[in-house]
């Protein structure tokens, strides 16, 4: 049951910090770190996160000792705690009192202790023990005012999402009786009588494990829903715990961005706060385009609640194949990204840097210089810098496009082995989209595929590849109240239960859309087919998807395949609403990025919104708002400089100057400017010409 207690982070302030570990120093070191803490201006740090086996060191036996007096070295100093329930992996004494509990992979091999996440999501052992260490947690600190924030465990499902072990076959067979009632309702749902699959007793229902062949597509989607929701249990075990000892203490648990392998909608309907780890590649030019788009989903989970970046790197990690560091500049720039988008505050991973373990060269606010290293100096800068944002704490992002996540079409369209092609990934359509979105100087929120939609002009729907009536109806609503709705390709495929609709896709958004999907026509690996738009005679390029589409009841033709076996035939559709100039766009191919922007252009001047004439994926503007004032940031993304046209008389918060209309901005530049709140946000473009 959802618990609807209004609960925030106790921190009145931009959250500022980062992990500490300070188990891994002597503790003289502690004093020292609390004094550049505060020069640093940090008054938030996680800890202790990994500390189970040096709180509990033999069961039973606790050793609060050395954190009850970090804990106040760090009050002393004025820095508050987000406080970890120190779950996230068993201590060794656990683990060979109990190796059942250790995860199986889908081989059927045990895997060991000696990294992280040790566990079997479903293991009773450890629900028992994370149980009983929250609790602990919570009845030792619950009352101590440098207490902020819970944080349970430590990015869920980064090493284990899933276990195929027997406990997790037993807890499987559970959820699937739980979902269809009985064996009968098992069989008709998983479709069984393909290749002889039927079952006669529930104890010969197991996980999905490698098997002789391609194994039944509905089986692996429950598996994967399963999985998502053997986490989310484990997860509500602490927060029912934490709850129930200190019911006016905010909880979280920190996502890992735009990730697969868990259903956000559900695990954030289960905390307080939405806390988001991330880290863009320093050597991606456009790392900060798909970061967009993970924010915009970290912010939409609660409605448009403000999140908190609980981290991010303040230069290189240590987990990549070649880690680079960040440049002067560059961490200053995506802090200022996740804040423009919501965030409270920019923390990151860690405080001090490792002098040993498998984190030793990921890089940290106080680098292995200590006071001389860049990162320091870097970090205390943008401290000092933060505090002139302090304005736009609790404020919300405004935005006007929506893009639809829906986690069951990701794993459906990804999950089996018998598909068209493997090469149309769910996530790669939705970067793509953000990216053509990003371009025309649109923040995109994200929406389930039931809405709301009330806040939106256009929503994008990259792929719904399972899709039900009642999602179905609330897109229709939304056309049918002026909205304009883009749709992408390989929509409408199949339903819950994996099998395809009658008269096949789009299936329940047959009517909306004005098509029928005659044949997914996938575009061979070394091929690129063309896709030429009619009123501009201009073709872009398709290298993963084409479909045989059939218009019907008036739908225009915007845009038809000019090469290839579908030459001539329809590739890009618009079905108008009847009456308030809403319109339901269908697009059947996976367009090169200039093919998205020429495509969403046109979506937005329907729906009467502005674009940018010049591009420039360098530059990045959003407006986040209270009742009176619009804080609009404005952001420098590349290493060239950059001209754009702004609000004449605007305050830059972080330089006190008003602006004369005309804004300059170096490499990694940004400004965030104030402006009295407008009915509409305002819109940053490139200034014409340069001086």
């Known amino acids: 049951m959802a618990d609807d207690t209004p609960r925030s982070i106790r921190l009145d302030a931009l959250a500022y910090g980062g992990d500490y570990n300070p188990d891994q120093w002597p503790e003289d070191v502690w004093r020292e770190d609390a004094r550049l803490m505060r020069e640093a201006g940090v008054n938030l740090v996680s800890l202790p996160v990994f500390s189970w086996p040096q709180l509990e060191p033999e069961p039973g036996v606790y050793d609060w000792g050395w ?20 779950t ?53 600190y619950g ?78 989607l429950d598996f994967e829903r399963f999985s998502s929701d053997a986490l989310l249990e484990l997860f509500r075990i602490e927060v029912d715990v934490l709850r129930e000892v200190t019911p006016d203490v905010a909880v979280t648990t920190n996502f890992m961005s735009l990730l697969r392998d868990l259903d956000y909608w559900e695990f954030a309907a289960a905390e307080d706060l939405v806390t988001d780890d991330a ?20 912010r939409s989970l609660k409605g448009g609640q403000p999140w908190l970046l609980l981290e991010q790197a303040a230069s290189a990690v240590s987990w990549r194949d070649v880690n680079v560091p960040k440049a002067p500049g560059q961490m200053r720039i995506d802090s200022l990204q996740a804040i423009a988008h919501g965030s409270d505050g ?65 794993w459906g369209s990804s999950a089996a082995e018998s598909l068209p092609s493997q090469r149309l990934d769910w996530l790669g359509q ?46 229709a609503d939304f056309v049918a109240r002026g909205g304009q709705l883009v749709v992408g390709p390989f929509s409408g495929v199949v ?17 909306l859309l004005g098509i029928e999907v005659d044949e997914h026509w996938p575009v061979p690996d070394g091929r690129t087919e063309q896709v030429r738009f009619l009123d501009r005679g201009v073709g872009f390029s398709t290298e993963v998807w084409g479909e045989w589409i059939e218009p019907h009841g008036g739908t225009e033709v915007l845009a038809r395949y000019a090469s290839g076996e579908l030459d001539g035939r329809p590739a890009v559709t618009r079905r108008r609403a009847a009456a308030g100039g809403g319109g339901a766009w269908y697009l059947s191919a996976a367009l090169e990025p200039a093919g998205m922007i020429a495509l969403f252009r046109d979506v937005l001047d329907s729906a009467g919104l502005p674009a940018r004439a010049r591009t420039d994926a360098d530059l990045e503007a959003v407006t986040r708002s209270d009742d009176t004032t619009d804080y609009t940031f404005v952001l420098n993304h590349g290493r060239g400089d950059l001209a754009v046209d702004v609000p004449e008389g605007a305050v830059d918060l972080l330089t006190g100057i008003h602006s004369t209309g005309r804004l300059e901005l170096g490499r990694y530049g940004a400004a965030v400017l104030a402006t009295p709140r407008a009915e509409t946000a305002p819109f940053i473009t490139l200034s014409d010409t340069t001086d």
């Open 143 to 220: 009352e101590h005012p440098a207490l902020a924030l819970w944080h349970v465990s430590n990015e869920y499902g980064d090493h284990v999402s899933r276990c195929w072990c027997p406990e997790s076959s037993a807890h499987f067979r559970r959820w699937l009786e739980a979902r269809y009632g009985d064996l009968d309702g098992l069989n008709e749902a998983w479709g069984v009588n393909v290749w002889g699959q039927r079952y006669t007793a529930w104890a010969h229902v197991e996980v999905p494990r490698r098997a002789t062949g391609p194994v039944n597509p509905t089986q692996l």
């Open 430 to 475: 939705a970067r793509a989209w953000n990216a053509a979105l990003y371009m025309l100087g649109h923040p995109v929120d994200t929406v389930r595929a039931t809405g709301p939609f009330d806040a939106y002009d256009v929503v994008v729907v990259p792929n719904l590849y399972i899709a039900d009536a009642a999602q179905a109806n609330a897109l």
């Open 346 to 410: 920019a923390m990151f991973f860690q405080w001090r840097q490792a002098r040993y373990g498998q984190e030793k060269f990921h890089s940290a606010m106080l680098g292995h210089r200590g006071e001389a290293s860049r990162s320091f100096q870097e970090t205390k800068a943008f401290g000092a810098e933060l505090q002139r944002l302090e304005v736009v704490r609790g404020t919300r992002v405004r935005a006007r496009v929506a893009l639809v996540v829906d986690w069951d079409s990701w």
């Open 67 to 86: 954190l009850d007096r970090v804990i106040e070295v760090l009050w002393d100093a004025g820095v508050k705690i987000d406080l970890a329930t120190a």
């Open 279 to 298: 880290y863009p590649d320093p050597a991606d030019p456009l790392a900060h385009v798909p970061a967009a788009l993970n924010y915009g989903l970290m």
């Open 88 to 140: 996230a992996t068993p201590p060794s004494w656990l683990i060979r009192r109990h190796p059942e509990m250790l995860p199986w992979d889908a081989d059927g091999l045990r895997l060991e202790f000696g990294s992280r996440q040790a566990y079997c999501p479903s293991s009773p052992v450890w629900r028992e023990h994370v149980a009983r260490m929250a609790r602990a947690m919570a009845e030792r």
């Open 495 to 511: 339903d819950a239960t994996e099998k395809v609709h009658d008269g096949g896709a789009p299936g329940p958004l047959r009517e």
